[in-house]
């Protein structure tokens, strides 16, 4: 189940990756939706500890067509703001995904070889970075100094 934290929502790969089985993909696409959203309220919630991070900010409906139109653009976007935020931000996050035109180039490259297992984990790779950078904000929140 997703998860609200202070600083934005987690969720399991785990459990998106058999629904979006079951579901014949459909659940996927939702899928690709919410992270948009997540990354909003993340930056909504997060932005007075770390002003001076890459911002995540992209408009979710507009991914959302492109998923349908030119699905690799949305993919480059997801992994290089998610990637330049953490890398960026003052909260240290104990893993980052990979960049932008990495993970494009192994969804197809590394996809054809492996049978579509690389993006798969590649992408679990991704929720599970994002869950950590969420999570470290919580923990490190208290110990940073004000910014005002
Ligand atoms: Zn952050």
């Avoid at 909260?91 to 180039?105: M, R």
Wanted: hydrophobic share 40%; net charge positive; with cysteine.
């Amino acid at each position: 189940m997703p998860k609200e934290h202070k600083f934005g929502t987690t969720r399991k790969y785990r459990r998106v990756f058999f629904l979006s089985l079951v579901t014949f993909g459909i659940y996927y696409i939702i899928y690709q939706y919410w992270i948009f959203q997540d990354f909003e309220e993340h930056h909504e919630k997060a932005f007075d500890t770390e002003p001076r991070s890459y911002p995540l900010i992209i408009n979710p409906t507009t991914m959302l067509i492109f998923l349908f139109i030119f699905p690799f653009y949305p993919i480059y976007i997801k992994y290089t703001l998610l990637y330049d935020h953490i890398r960026t931000s003052r909260i240290q996050s104990p893993e980052n995904c990979s960049i932008g035109i990495k993970a494009v180039l192994s969804f197809v490259i590394l996809g054809i070889c492996t049978i579509g297992i690389a993006p798969i984990l590649i992408e679990s790779q991704w929720q599970r970075a994002f869950n950590k950078h969420i999570i470290a904000h919580e923990h490190q929140q208290e110990k940073l100094p004000e910014s005002k």
